[in-house]
């Protein structure tokens, strides 16, 4: 690279920072006066910086532009294969890719199963969009008004008896999906096939694509494809980050703010909290998980009960009900940042980090960060642990 051309190309990185002065970047080039305000001319002639009133530059729209639309050009199918294979290797199951264009949801990649049984579907085919997991995700991120005009125009066949009726209940399930952030086909399709599926964002915060898994129940049943829900959400999640930076999700006149990205977690195993909070809550890559107790996983129509009078007991549930947690937010003990620990006597605290140096032992390869604060629990509580992670 030629020396000019280096210099002018350092003088967009400074200005990222903010607006500087003629000498300020004369400075930071190590260069002349002379020598840096002809590149700032030539950058500014290109529209890549402009001179504010002040005199101090600042990057110009022209390079907004630019990235813009370099960001738009991006191939979401050749972004999200990998992340697609990957997923195939690590549940065995058929893995799509779905968009939303000119009306339709159609499958634009696909890894086929490792298993005999195989699924049919074939890129470029459109998907059965009032039943699909993909197009439930795709079509919920549409505006409101876009929604209610989408679903009127649909026709709604009875393919099983699981299928979505009508527009009115097409709708409440697409609500659902777009508070939740993420779908499923419980056989609303065929009868023998369900599927769970996750949004991959695009740099504006939209939905660009849909990833699901699906298998027949020969292979698995329903209860036992949700279990990979967490996994199918990471995923996305990855591919997300590969199509550029996460930017808020925009809203629309009279609808208010969207609150898709933020997503309450309760994982099968937690009943409802006590009071208006959640037991965790995910926003873009950020998963913050409220304070856990010792209590064993709740049972359908029965409170939840205490895991044990011993430390030792806490200690390993309460742990158990965060990493719950985590994993339906498509986290996991990796991308836990920091773990803060709750007890109610000083004396245990020795105690405590002989049990969580043993849980915690091969389970991590960099310990999260941990604070240990003595406060007072209910009568028979001896711990409480919450955790804040951020997914890559």
Known sequence: ?????????SILPLLAEGPADLGQVAERLDVHKSTALRLLRTLHEHG?????????????????????????????????????????????HTVHLAVYEENEVLYIDKVESRYPVRMYSRIGKPVAITVAGVAKLLLADLPEGERRVLAD??????????????????????EKVREQGWATD?????????????????????VAAAM????????????????????????????STRAGPQCPPQTTPHEGPRMTDKTALTPKTHATPPAKFSHGVRKGN????????GFLPAEEGKPPTPAGPTLREQTL??????????????ASWEDAMMIRVYLTDVDHFAEMNAIYN??????????AARTTVYVGLPAGLLIEIDALAVLS
């Open 1 to 9: 690279m030629s020396q000019t051309v280096d210099r002018a190309l």
């Open 48 to 92: 890549l910086v402009y001179r504010q009133s002040d005199q101090r530059y600042r990057l110009g729209a022209r390079l907004i532009a630019l990235a813009q639309e370099a960001m738009e050009n991006l191939d979401i199918r050749e972004i999200a294969h990998p992340h697609l294979a990957r997923l195939n290797e690590q549940c065995g």
């Open 153 to 174: 125009k649909l026709e709604y066949p009875m393919y099983t008896a699981r299928s979505t009726p009508n527009a009115p209940a097409f709708l409440r399930e697409l």
């Open 186 to 206: 419980l056989g609303g399709h065929e009868e023998s096939i369900n599927c769970v599926a996750a949004p991959i964002r695009g740099a504006d915060g939209r």
């Open 212 to 239: 699901s898994v699906s298998a027949p129940n020969v292979v698995v049943t329903a209860d036992e494809l949700l279990t990979l829900l967490p996994l199918v959400r990471r995923t996305p999640s990855v591919a």
């Open 286 to 293: 950020i998963l913050q998980v409220a304070g856990q107790v």
């Open 317 to 330: 549930q309460t742990l158990a009900n965060v990493q719950a947690i985590l994993e339906e937010g498509g």
């Open 358 to 367: 043993e849980y915690f032992e091969g389970r991590v390869e960099i310990p």
